[in-house]
């Protein structure tokens, strides 16, 4: 194995991070911070408990999810794209590195950041709200599982990507919505059934549900088949990747 | 002798249906400078890139430094260095850095050591902590080249290595290519400058319309494919090539003041000598002569328009 190889990708990739601090950390910590104070702090000391826990607290896995599924597409997703954008993506492809190696590097850096953005929202959060973790090493579990999840497939993302505007469509038009929409302000208990229903088809219902079991001990959908749907999607997005260097799809004509 | 690089009935065809090469034998020996020529479009490009691992072949076989690129590509990519036709740099890195990353990518241990005797080579030292975005473009490309070079390869592919560079600038690559190759590195170039080649190269290749139409010594080449011109300024003006003077390639200049003889190189004392002798015989004298050899240039455009 090339440890050297995904060293340097893994370096550079962390580098860029330093580079652009203001955008991949401090961006995301200022909006994730204005959600605690306005649905946290201020709306939410109107809303009732969910589940015995107060709103504001309710909501922190949600809004730590959010971030973590956007950054992890996001820092992927730019990680493989400006090389291709740039053409240095020329000197990866050359080089003796396996696309295990490559995945690892990039990955691993994406995931890295992330993981290290949603620690730092959890302990902003503090200043606004008190919150508790039950199940920590679950909690981290979650995080680096979602974390490594989504950076992979923000990886596919930006190799599928033809330009800028294709970049953001994804984790704008997709995820976003799906993130509101799986039960980051709400327990889906709160919907009519039909809607509960629905929402059992999107993905995002299961992250933020094991990670909010993590915390709380209560969830929207059992704890084994949110993890169970993660490593489904996680499987699916390794064998793209598998597929896209086994063809050279977008890489190598 | 064992190639460095060997190549073998190697096919390319993209998507869209355009056979870029076609049937391409070439071997490539240790430690020379292979110059490969062709017009654009030719196929150049897609050769190098198929043998660095950037595109996929259809079909062949391609060894480097021994190593199949596909079934042993670890080992065939750790012994090629290549240098892009585009300035293709990550603005924001500092040139040690960006030196460095490339290093590590080829599977090799840090060695600041190494990186530094390069960047001293390259005359990029003092600008080791500079992001490559203030750098020149001469500056880029030979940060280029010390990528290239930073995890010590035995074969060194240089695309277009001076296009858009000056004068001085190219001086200094071709001495630089001339050392590594006196350190034992195979250095396999492509160039529009045919100067460049004639300069540098110990063979020459073509390839036209994705072919290879002829690799040779360059010395040898330009002897076999070589003319050479006589141009005899005259002492009396002429209105026409005299009759006796027909059976040789002897032209007359517009203004009737020089005889044009071109012959091959490899029969000049036959052909000149029996010219001259005519000329004698017919009373044509001439005040002075220059005689003038074919460029490595005017061969290749020979051979491209055959």
């Not at chain 1, 992979?152 to 294709?166: M, N, R, T």
């Not at chain 2, 902590?129 to 592919?157: C, D, T, W, Y």
Request: charged share 20%.
């Amino acid at each position: 194995m090339n440890l050297h190889g995904i060293r340097a990708i893994y370096k550079f990739e962390m580098a860029r991070m330093k580079r652009t601090v203001m955008q991949s950390v401090l961006s995301p910590v200022i909006s994730t911070c204005l959600y605690f104070v306005v649905f946290g702090s201020a709306i939410g000391s109107r809303m009732g408990d969910i589940n015995n826990i107060s709103y504001g607290a309710y909501i922190i896995p949600g809004l730590v999810m959010l971030s973590l599924l956007m950054q992890s597409i996001s820092n992927a997703s730019f990680g493989i794209y400006m090389p291709k954008f740039s053409g240095t993506i020329y000197e990866v492809l050359s080089a003796p590195v396996s696309y295990v190696e490559v995945v690892l590097g990039y990955v691993g850096a994406a995931a890295s950041k992330s993981v290290i953005l949603g620690l730092i929202i959890l302990a902003t959060a503090r200043l606004f709200v008190d919150y508790h973790v039950l199940h920590p090493f679950w909690m981290v579990s979650f995080l680096v599982l979602t974390a490594v999840t989504f950076s992979l497939f923000g990886f596919i993302i930006g190799i599928w990507a033809d330009g800028f505007e294709k970049l953001q469509i994804v984790p704008m038009m997709i995820v976003t919505p799906l993130v509101f929409l799986g039960g980051t302000f709400y327990s889906i208990d709160m919907l009519p059934e039909i809607w509960q229903t629905i929402s059992l088809f999107n993905p995002v219902v299961y992250l933020i549900s094991g990670f909010r079991w993590a915390f709380y001990g209560v969830a929207d959908v059992h704890v084994g088949v949110s993890v169970g749907m993660t490593l489904v999607f996680l499987t699916l997005c390794m064998t793209t990747i598998w597929w896209i260097f086994r063809t050279g799809y977008r890489l190598r004509p | 002798m064992q190639s460095d690089i060997s190549v073998r009935h190697l096919n390319k065809t993209y998507g869209d249906g355009f056979q870029a090469l076609k049937d391409i034998n070439l071997e490539i020996h240790p430690g020379e400078i292979f110059a490969l020529l062709g017009p654009n479009g030719a196929g150049k490009t897609t050769l190098i890139s198929i043998i660095c691992g950037l595109v996929n072949m259809t079909s062949g076989k391609v060894t480097a430094g021994g190593f199949d690129i596909v079934s042993q590509y670890r080992k065939a990519r750790e012994t090629i260095g290549l240098v892009p036709q585009e300035l293709n740099t990550d603005s924001f890195e500092t040139v040690w850095d960006a030196v460095s990353f490339s290093r590590g990518l080829f599977g090799k241990a840090p060695n600041p050591g190494h990186i530094e005797k390069v960047l001293k080579a390259l005359s990029l030292w003092d600008k080791r902590n500079n992001r490559i975005m203030s750098l020149s473009g001469g500056m880029k490309r030979r940060v280029m080249i010390a990528k290239a070079l930073s995890h010590e390869p035995q074969i060194l592919f240089l695309d277009e290595p001076t296009a858009g560079v000056d004068v001085e600038l190219r001086r200094d690559m071709w001495n630089l290519v001339r050392q590594l190759r006196e350190s034992g590195v195979t250095i396999i170039l492509t160039t529009h400058y045919i100067e460049e080649a004639e300069e540098m190269a110990d063979r020459i290749g073509v390839i036209r319309q994705g072919e290879i139409i002829l690799v040779e010594e360059k010395s040898r080449l330009m002897s076999k494919l070589g003319k050479k011109e006589l141009r005899l300024q005259l002492q009396h003006q002429l209105d026409r090539v005299p009759g006796e003077l027909t059976l040789e390639p002897v032209e007359l200049s517009e203004d009737g003041w020089e005889l044009i003889f071109n012959f091959d190189s490899q029969h000049e004392q036959a052909g000149v000598a029996r010219l001259l002798r005519t000329l004698g015989e017919l009373g044509i004298e001439y005040r002075d002569l220059q005689t003038r050899e074919s460029s490595l240039e005017e061969i290749f455009v020979g051979l491209l328009n055959d």
